[in-house]
């Protein structure tokens, strides 16, 4: 018999009404809820309880939306994130997020059945994980851009960087092209280098897997995991990056 799993979602929205329509809805689609009123509350809420997916509103007071995501990816990176917003004026950031690979609902919401079926692609996402035994970390959330950076690293509390490439790069991290076999869960300090920008993006991050990258060649490919970055740089670089995997 396969495992079932309840569906938890965050909904974070300064409107009540918005608030009591997705409490309302989600739970009619069997998916437990629980509604706060801006990023702050948000970040609290994800650290007393694990959530499959979260509503955003773009615009609202002490923390924005935008702000709030890059603390919530941190705590939980395999949650799946959607933006909302009832402002046409923003056009670009909507742009931005959508490039991204990152949803984005206009308010007020027309079309419910688009709602549904976000609901039910986490839904079958988690379940197939479940069904699997594959751990939360394997699972991808956002696309990953197929993107040939300079990359220098250092393993956390050394002093030296070590140069290597990236083979790919998404929100939640990057796989590494590098010369040494590095221990899974070992802490580095990234320095990405993006063509077109003079300042580059820093980052921590530790690794989850490696594996050699070819037979007869010395490289190894290693999966990176971001444990503290600048979310709003990253994503205006990776903004830039026409090619998504």
């Not at 609290?44 to 939306?65: C, H, Q, S, T, Y």
Request: charged share 30%; with cysteine.
């Amino acid at each position: 018999m396969s495992q079932k799993k309840n569906l938890k979602a965050l909904v974070v929205d300064d409107e009540k009404v918005v608030r009591d329509f997705f409490v309302r809805f989600l739970k009619l689609e069997s998916v437990e809820v629980t509604a706060v009123e801006d990023g702050l509350q948000a970040v609290e809420a994800l650290k007393k309880e694990v959530f499959d997916l979260a509503f955003l509103d773009i615009r609202m007071p002490k923390k924005n939306g935008w702000e709030a995501f890059g603390q919530l990816h941190r705590l939980a990176p395999n949650m799946f994130c959607v933006f909302m917003t009832g402002y046409a004026s923003e056009v670009e950031i909507i742009q931005k997020i959508e490039k991204l690979g990152i949803i984005c609902l206009k308010k007020p919401f027309a079309d419910l059945n688009q709602l549904k079926e976000i609901i039910r692609t986490v839904l079958r996402k988690s379940q197939v994980c479940l069904e699997s035994g594959k751990a939360i970390k394997e699972r991808r959330v956002y696309p990953r851009l197929a993107l040939v950076l300079d990359v220098d690293y250092r393993i956390k509390q050394e002093q030296r960087f070590h140069p290597a490439k990236s083979k790919n790069i998404a929100l939640g991290g990057l796989t590494l092209v590098l010369r040494e076999n590095l221990a899974p869960g070992t802490e580095l300090e990234l320095v990405m280098k993006f063509p077109g920008h003079k300042e580059a993006c820093q980052a921590t991050g530790k690794v989850v897997w490696i594996k050699k990258a070819k037979e007869g060649l010395d490289d190894y490919d290693a999966g990176v995991r971001f444990l503290e970055i600048n979310f709003t740089r990253l994503a205006e670089f990776m903004a830039h990056c026409e090619k998504a995997v």
